[in-house]
């Protein structure tokens, strides 16, 4: 994951829908724990690749987002743990397989102080988890987790090989249980978690790049003492409703640089693939602890100008991704 902008276009194919649906009648049914391996699941898209950007921020030619497939240039997802129970502690395991060799990869590079990051979303998109999981000598990852609902979740690895590019890749986790799917929650600016109050000012463009900013208050008061938290002072993951699109974004400074301040306002500069509406989930760490702060938020490809005129964005005829 690069410092800037990284949309690794989060995972699995550009559906205007949630998932499998597991309801009938009422939407509210029971799901079983035994998952079904899908016969086959082919790439939503073509494998994304690099694009130039002009100065004006415009971008001159679109790759199609990564992270919608799970497999990838030569490396493909395998989850050993495809299915758990709701509300029940599990471990997840997983290897990242070379397919030129079919051995799971034991070389990682180090992306923000972890050799890869795994984000768990529900279909739904209102829970989120960021997790850091542990890597064995044979290449099998794991890691603990509750998931505290059922339904469809997807799992993405955001990692880079080492000597390689970056690569996100996306597989389907079913938790068992009691299906009650959750409607989107509403587009707000301002959002609350923990005690922290969490502005946004900014909104995303497809095709053309855009500063969001977010503004950490608690008690009133401006946090002007934010942590480090994997080598920067948030991270920002944006997914796309209804396919769960992946992008992973980081502020342009970082601590220690000298000019990057420890809050309140976190920066990041972002580009959507597409218009629609997007979940933004920013973790941020203060007092030792971190928290997420999630927003809805609508990229309608309008661009706001300098004296308050709205034009619209060229959109690219494939989604992009974004270093």
């Given at each position: 994951?690069?410092?800037?902008?990284?949309?690794?276009?989060?995972?699995?194919?550009?559906?205007?829908?949630?998932?499998?649906?597991?309801?009938?009648?009422?939407?509210?049914?029971?799901?079983?724990?035994?998952?079904?391996?899908?016969?086959?699941?082919?790439?939503?898209?073509?494998?994304?690749?690099?694009?130039?950007?002009?100065?004006?921020?415009?971008?001159?030619?679109?790759?199609?987002?990564?992270?919608?497939?799970?497999?990838?240039?030569?490396?493909?997802?395998?989850?050993?743990?495809?299915?758990?129970?709701?509300?029940?502690?599990?471990?997840?395991?997983?290897?990242?397989?070379?397919d030129a060799t079919g051995r799971p990869l034991?070389?990682?590079?180090?992306?923000?102080?972890?050799?890869?990051?795994?984000?768990?979303?529900?279909?739904?998109?209102?829970?989120y988890r960021h997790l850091h999981p542990t890597?064995?000598?044979?290449?099998?990852?794991?890691?603990?987790?509750?998931?505290?609902?059922?339904?469809?979740?997807?799992?993405?690895?955001?990692?880079?090989?080492?000597?390689?590019?970056?690569?996100?890749?996306?597989?389907?986790?079913?938790?068992?249980?009691?299906?009650?799917?959750?409607?989107?929650?509403?587009?707000?600016?301002?959002?609350?978690?923990?005690?922290?109050?969490?502005?946004?000012?900014?909104?995303?463009?497809?095709?053309?790049?855009?500063?969001?900013?977010?503004?950490?208050?608690?008690?009133?008061?401006?946090?002007?003492?934010?942590?480090?938290?994997?080598?920067?002072?948030?991270?920002?993951?944006?997914?796309?409703?209804?396919?769960?699109?992946?992008?992973?974004?980081?502020?342009?400074?970082?601590?220690?640089?000298?000019?990057?301040?420890?809050?309140?306002?976190?920066?990041?500069?972002?580009?959507?693939?597409?218009?629609?509406?997007?979940?933004?989930?920013?973790?941020?760490?203060?007092?030792?602890?971190?928290?997420?702060?999630?927003?809805?938020?609508?990229?309608?490809?309008?661009?706001?100008?300098?004296?308050?005129?709205?034009?619209?964005?060229?959109?690219?005829?494939?989604?992009?991704?974004?270093?």
């Open positions: 994951m690069n410092t800037g902008l990284r949309i690794t276009v989060f995972a699995a194919a550009l559906a205007a829908t949630f998932g499998t649906a597991y309801g009938v009648g009422s939407g509210i049914g029971e799901i079983s724990p035994e998952a079904r391996r899908p016969a086959h699941e082919k790439p939503a898209t073509a494998p994304h690749g690099e694009h130039d950007e002009h100065d004006d921020g415009s971008r001159a030619s679109a790759a199609p987002p990564g992270g919608l497939q799970i497999s990838d240039k030569g490396y493909t997802l395998a989850l050993k743990t495809r299915a758990i129970e709701a509300g029940r502690r599990a471990n997840l395991r997983f290897t990242v397989v070379q034991t070389t990682y590079q180090q992306e923000h102080t972890k050799e890869l990051h795994l984000i768990i979303a529900s279909r739904d998109l209102t829970l890597r064995s000598a044979d290449g099998t990852w794991s890691t603990p987790v509750n998931l505290p609902k059922a339904g469809a979740y997807r799992v993405f690895a955001d990692f880079t090989p080492r000597g390689g590019e970056g690569l996100t890749l996306g597989a389907d986790l079913t938790a068992s249980g009691t299906y009650r799917p959750a409607p989107l929650p509403a587009a707000d600016t301002t959002v609350t978690v923990d005690g922290y109050r969490v502005s946004l000012n900014g909104s995303p463009t497809p095709a053309r790049s855009s500063e969001l900013t977010f503004t950490v208050a608690r008690n009133g008061k401006p946090v002007r003492d934010l942590q480090p938290y994997l080598g920067a002072y948030g991270h920002l993951v944006a997914l796309r409703s209804g396919d769960l699109a992946y992008l992973h974004v980081h502020p342009g400074g970082e601590p220690g640089d000298g000019t990057t301040r420890p809050g309140p306002d976190i920066s990041f500069t972002a580009m959507t693939p597409s218009t629609g509406t997007y979940r933004l989930f920013l973790d941020f760490k203060h007092a030792g602890e971190v928290h997420t702060a999630a927003f809805t938020v609508r990229a309608d490809g309008t661009v706001k100008e300098p004296d308050g005129s709205a034009t619209a964005s060229p959109v690219p005829e494939q989604p992009g991704h974004m270093h």
